[in-house]
């Protein structure tokens, strides 16, 4: 236990207080359910950068991802360099097209754009099993490491420690929907590179520098500042190397819980900014993590696990270290906000999976509004609720399972998410294979542990496997059809609008805008009046 | 059917001229209308200082396919018209519930323009369902490429509805 003081407990008292009132403000605000489930697409520049960007990062960025390069040296920062142009990749290839297609295909979940861009009934089975089983899986994993983590920091017993962690998540989340989780995002992405950035600044002049740094870990062993691990473990291994860049410089355009932030703002104008200010803060934030396990390393030679130590503390021994009481107390928060941001955004994915994709379309067909409304935010309550119990009871096997939940879903929904608005070809063929063979191979590779022996990544050969299939099954099944050929170039924005019109933005009548694009599309006005679709 | 709407400020011919005033390089096609929901709410309110701006008779304007509120000036000039049933977008927003959440919007906006220590009284006092003219307007580029305006018949603002 490193905290465990009345400080500690104060400033995360004061922070979970002010996740759940967030949670109560936008309950008030969510009134259909397109704003609970997207937060009605209004979402601004900033806060869709900030939403997207935590969502990315959970916990493993301040203790597992510090821990490895504690152990690997330089090598780790292989992920690194992935993460830091991950934001660039994931706005700059899918923001835009996405908002626009998920719009004109009327989705309000990534597995129904999915369903909806490459129909038929295996696409929604599979797409649909898929997606529940192992983002399920991350919130389960989520909801224990924050429990883990507010034991470990506190002292407080672990049952204890779960029960409140997870269940703050479970109410702003089922209160506010995607606007509290969007907004929680926000403050906690604020508060995790504020915290970063200060302990960085001041291990920074304990070391000396980069220079000092690099010096002395060549000194300890020069293997620390090669590119191939601590003793050269990971000599020649290339396809490990594209793999631990690979993985997060394009895996997160697999993952659904992270596109549906493309789907949820504002305008696809705003792809752009977006891209910016995900872009500085992820070089404020990704790197910092990284570096400072590098620092551990010299600072904190007590946490080598050859001595018995946890290289998993480093952030947070640094900040004991090196910061009075209430600032490492806000690091402690901090951690718990990468860990919030993450498993709020997974659990809300699970609400809209479960009201629009389950009970919509197999339940209740002709649901209201408010219905599924009401039915997202009972299942956002009944998963946090069934995911605390099991989090509490953690049968044997469950969390192994899980591990591998991002390297599954990437290589599972990546092909198809980007050959959605890329390739024109693409097609439901292509899709259900890439699903299929995607989450197979990786789950194969996993439980076969043939990353090591083979030298390959399991997102590396997971995401190969699935591009291949995705490509042929194209190739060979039927085309899409001429309305959903065209839909995508609109997505893509090929029409040219005279210069006059291209910057018109009328504020004004923006929502009547977005109201009038959503009747057009699901009544037949345009038709009728001799109008070609919008 | 025979609905109440907000009259047009903007004929056919005003948005044409609007439109081309913008750019020379497009044609418009197609143009026809479309009618918005909104319940125009009063509410009488009562927060003790009565020269104030939302004190006394306030208008609340509700968006029946949204559910977006905001505080109108007036009710403008309203006629009955005949519409075609497809030309007018269904509410999908009960009165009743817009008269629930209207309060909640004066509010607001009360609190924004003045710090006041009661909370104020606001009560329910009549309400009128109408619409608001649209055209739809279907252009062609220079290179023949379809692309959509909305226009707003009241106040002449438009934005492109595909982009």
């Not at chain 1, 620390?224 to 895996?251: E, P």
Request: proline content about 4%.
């Amino acid at each position: 236990m490193i905290g465990g003081g009345v400080t500690e407990y104060v400033v995360l008292m004061i922070y979970l207080i002010g996740m759940i009132g967030i949670g109560v403000y936008w309950a008030k605000h969510s009134k259909t359910s397109e704003d609970y489930l997207l937060g009605g697409r209004k979402i601004g520049s900033v806060l869709t950068a900030l939403t997207l960007q935590t969502t990315s990062m959970s916990g493993y960025m301040f203790m597992g991802g510090p821990a490895q390069t504690y152990q690997d040296g330089y090598f780790t920062l292989w992920y690194a360099v992935g993460d830091g142009g991950g934001a660039i990749f994931n706005v700059g290839i899918l923001g835009k097209r996405m908002r626009r297609l998920s719009y004109y295909l009327g989705c309000l979940s990534p597995i129904e754009y999915i369903e909806k861009r490459y129909p038929g009934p295996a696409t929604r089975v599979i797409a649909a099993a898929i997606a529940i089983c192992f983002v399920y899986g991350y919130v389960l994993a989520q909801f224990l490491s924050a429990g883990k983590t507010m034991s470990a920091l506190l002292g407080v017993p672990l049952p204890v420690a779960i029960i409140i962690g997870a269940g703050v998540i479970v109410f702003y989340t089922f209160a506010g929907g995607y606007l509290a989780v969007a907004w929680t995002d926000f403050i906690q992405g604020i508060v995790m590179v504020c915290s970063m950035v200060m302990i960085f600044v001041l291990a920074w002049n304990q070391v000396g520098g980069l220079t000092g740094l690099n010096e002395q870990l060549t000194a300890l062993d020069p293997t620390y500042t090669g590119m191939w691990g601590r003793g050269d473990a990971y000599l020649g291994q290339w396809g490990v190397v594209a793999g631990a860049v690979g993985v997060y410089l394009i895996g997160y355009m697999g993952l659904p819980h992270v596109v549906i932030r493309h789907m949820a703002m504002e305008s696809p104008k705003l792809a752009k900014q977006t891209v910016v200010i995900a872009t500085v803060w992820n070089q404020m934030f990704i790197f910092i993590p990284y570096i400072m396990g590098l620092m551990g390393i010299l600072l904190l030679p007590q946490l080598d696990p050859a001595k018995g130590g946890d290289p998993e503390m480093v952030v947070l021994e640094l900040a004991y270290m090196l910061l009075p009481g209430v600032l490492a107390a806000i690091v402690l928060v901090a951690i718990m906000s990468a860990i919030m941001s993450t498993a709020d955004a997974q659990l809300m994915l699970m609400g809209t999976m479960l009201g629009r994709d389950i009970y919509q379309r197999y339940i209740n067909k002709n649901a209201t509004d408010k219905q599924l409304m009401s039915v997202s935010r009972i299942c956002i309550l009944v998963v946090g609720v069934i995911s605390i119990i099991i989090a509490l009871i953690r049968p044997p096997g469950v969390f192994d399972l899980v591990v591998f939940s991002f390297s599954t879903l990437g290589s599972s929904f990546l092909p198809s998410y980007v050959g959605a608005v890329w390739w024109k070809r693409g097609n439901t063929t292509g899709c259900v294979a890439s699903m299929i063979c995607g989450c197979i191979v990786s789950i194969i590779w996993e439980a076969a542990d043939l990353a090591g022996p083979t030298g390959m990544h399991t997102f590396f050969i997971g995401i190969i496997v699935s591009i291949a299939a995705y490509v042929i099954g194209s190739l060979v099944g039927k085309p899409p059809t001429k309305e959903m050929q065209d839909m995508i170039d609109r997505a893509a924005c090929k029409t040219k609008i005279p210069a006059g019109f291209a910057t018109v933005n009328y504020k004004d009548i923006a929502p009547e805008t977005n109201g009038v694009l959503t009747f057009l599309k699901d009544s037949n006005y345009m038709e009728e009046r001799g109008f070609q679709p919008v | 059917m025979r609905i109440k709407v907000i009259k047009n400020g903007f004929t056919m011919e005003d948005a044409f001229e609007r439109l081309y005033k913008r750019s020379k390089h497009f044609t418009i096609e197609n143009m026809d209308l479309l009618f918005y929901p909104y319940t125009l709410i009063e509410f009488d309110v009562d927060y003790g200082e009565k020269l104030e701006r939302l004190n006394g008779k306030v208008l609340c304007m509700c968006d029946m396919w949204r559910g977006g509120y905001s505080m109108a000036k007036s009710k403008g000039e309203l006629v009955m018209t005949d519409a075609d049933d497809n030309t007018v977008m269904p509410a999908k927003i009960t009165v009743e519930d817009a008269i629930a959440d209207a309060p909640r919007t004066i509010y607001g906006e009360i609190q924004k323009a003045k710090r006041i220590l009661k909370i104020p009284d606001i009560n329910y006092v009549r309400h009128d369902s109408v619409y608001k003219p649209f055209f739809i307007v279907e252009c062609l580029n220079d290179d023949k490429e379809v692309f959509h305006i909305l226009f707003d018949t009241v106040t002449g603002e438009y934005s492109l509805l595909n982009a």
